[in-house]
């Protein structure tokens, strides 16, 4: 069965400090890769998506980044991060276009 | 832009009532999907409806597409409060490169 890690779980971060979210999926191959930003109780966001290896849309202009290094493997990163960076993190994978799965979560407080 | 609007964004009822979430938008999906959220957790994925018209039960949830394909309704009998939590309803359209889309979300606490 197809499983999803995202971590850290939970991350606290002074402004202007780096960042790197990692996440991978196990029990599929080639799967479409995805980055959302989920405001407090509220819907979702899309950041970033990805069809393929070091292939990358981005959705928001913004101060953040993603890549995918390998196959099964996304990763979410900054340089300097923002107050308005806080949020809940979650990344999540789809074979087939109607459907997604999505992992854990990050919550992301920038201090 | 298509956007998918959510109501109510806030319901409270007691256990053993019966609730509907609306999910509704101007354009025409090729599929809806809807989720379940916890706090704290990633969104679960409930169903998917690709039919116009289409009906879903699952368990006591009641999920139907509308028949142009705009619009979704999840319905829940006899609510409990392992219901409580923060539904999503999603939609895809119809190009090849439509990425899904998400409304704001149904926050849903069952009082028992």
């Known amino acids: 069965s197809q499983t999803i890690h995202q971590w850290p779980a939970t991350l606290v971060q002074p402004v202007g400090s780096p960042l790197s979210l990692e996440c991978t999926v196990e029990g599929t191959s080639n799967p479409n890769l995805y980055w959302y930003r989920q405001a407090a109780g509220r819907g979702l966001q899309l950041l970033f998506y990805s069809v393929g290896i070091g292939q990358i849309s981005s959705e928001v202009p913004q101060n953040l980044s993603a890549s995918r290094p390998q196959d099964r493997q996304f990763i979410l990163s900054s340089k300097k991060l923002l107050l308005s960076d806080s949020g809940f993190y979650l990344c999540?994978?789809?074979?087939?276009?109607?459907?997604?799965?999505f992992g854990p979560g990050t919550r992301l407080t920038v201090l | 832009t298509q956007l998918l609007e959510q109501s109510p964004q806030f319901l409270s009822i007691q256990e053993g009532e019966n609730l509907t979430v609306y999910c509704n938008s101007s354009?025409?999906?090729?599929?809806l999907q809807w989720y379940r959220q916890e706090p704290g957790e990633g969104p679960v994925l409930l169903v998917t409806v690709v039919t116009g018209g289409e009906v879903k039960k699952l368990k006591r949830l009641t999920f139907q597409f509308g028949d142009a394909r705009k619009d979704s309704s999840l319905h829940i009998t006899a609510a409990q409060p392992g219901d409580t939590g923060l539904y999503l309803c999603a939609g895809r359209g119809y190009s090849s490169a439509s990425k899904i889309i998400f409304g704001s979300g149904t926050r849903l606490s069952i009082r028992p």
């Open positions: 999540a994978w789809s074979v087939y276009p109607n459907e997604q799965f």
């Open positions: 354009s025409v999906f090729s599929s």
